[in-house]
């Protein structure tokens, strides 16, 4: 039986590294033209997590095979299907914001939540780790005091089961604006130290479609 949870459990943590290394890739899944329905997509999880059996004795990914076969023979599970396809995970928590989704999961193998955007063109919008912030004043000061800081897609909190859903701010153009606080690593990995904090905006226009990521702030941890 150990060998069994051992397997399984390499094999997920695995599965997450992957998915939190490939976080950067902006993907168009037709699936999701026009948005999420997110009823449907809970309705399908639930639906599905009873038909398939679990043993007591293993973690609950022993069931996701099952599920996920059912889910391909379902038309109607097919956004929940495709978001376990394309992230590794079934999507745990969601926010709607007008015509955008939020949606989340955590990692097993470190428990770190990891969010992601559908916006109504049917992109799936992951956090950007990638923009320059090379001319940003407060980033070359921490630049230099930190050679290997990382923007990463980890996000700052101050306090436990603190909700870490991004603040939704309306612009004067009608854009809207999903902010998240990313944190800045050095270097980049889930024991390393955070020694700052991008306050990064996600902005859609009043259609629903994503526009661009912009850095609002950079400041250093206390």
């Given at each position: 039986?150990n060998?069994?949870?051992n ?7 695995f ?10 890739a ?5 699936e ?21 059996p679990?043993?007591?004795s293993?973690?609950?990914?022993q069931?996701w ?10 038309k ?9 396809e394309?992230?590794?995970y079934?999507a ?6 007008g015509?955008?989704?939020?949606f989340?999961?955590?990692?097993i ?6 969010f992601y ?8 919008i ?5 923009i320059?912030?090379?001319q ?5 000061t ?8 990382a ?23 009608k854009?809207?604006q ?13 024991a ?26 950079i400041?250093?941890?206390?």
């Amino acid at each position: 039986m150990n060998i069994i949870f051992n397997v399984a459990f390499l094999s997920f943590f695995f599965l997450s590294t992957t998915v939190f290394a490939d976080n950067d890739a902006i993907k168009f899944v037709p699936e999701f033209v026009g948005g999420l329905n997110i009823s449907q997509i809970k309705s399908c999880e639930i639906k599905y997590s009873k038909l398939c059996p679990l043993k007591k004795s293993i973690m609950n990914t022993q069931q996701w095979p099952c599920i996920e076969k059912k889910m391909a023979q379902d038309k109607s599970c097919i956004q929940a299907g495709k978001i376990r396809e394309l992230t590794g995970y079934p999507a745990i928590k969601f926010n709607q914001y007008g015509s955008v989704t939020v949606f989340t999961f955590t990692t097993i193998a470190d428990g770190v939540d990891v969010f992601y955007m559908v916006d109504t063109k049917g992109q799936l919008i992951p956090l950007d780790t990638e923009i320059d912030l090379s001319q940003n004043s407060q980033y070359a000061t921490l630049k230099k005091k930190y050679p290997e800081i990382a923007l990463t897609g980890f996000l700052y909190w101050a306090k436990v089961n603190e909700n870490l859903f991004p603040k939704s701010r309306l612009l004067p153009n009608k854009n809207q604006q999903l902010i998240f606080k990313q944190e800045l690593r050095s270097p980049d990995c889930v024991a390393c130290a955070k020694v700052g904090i991008v306050e990064m905006a996600y902005e859609f226009n009043p259609k629903g479609a994503f526009i661009q990521p912009r850095v609002l702030s950079i400041r250093p941890v206390r």
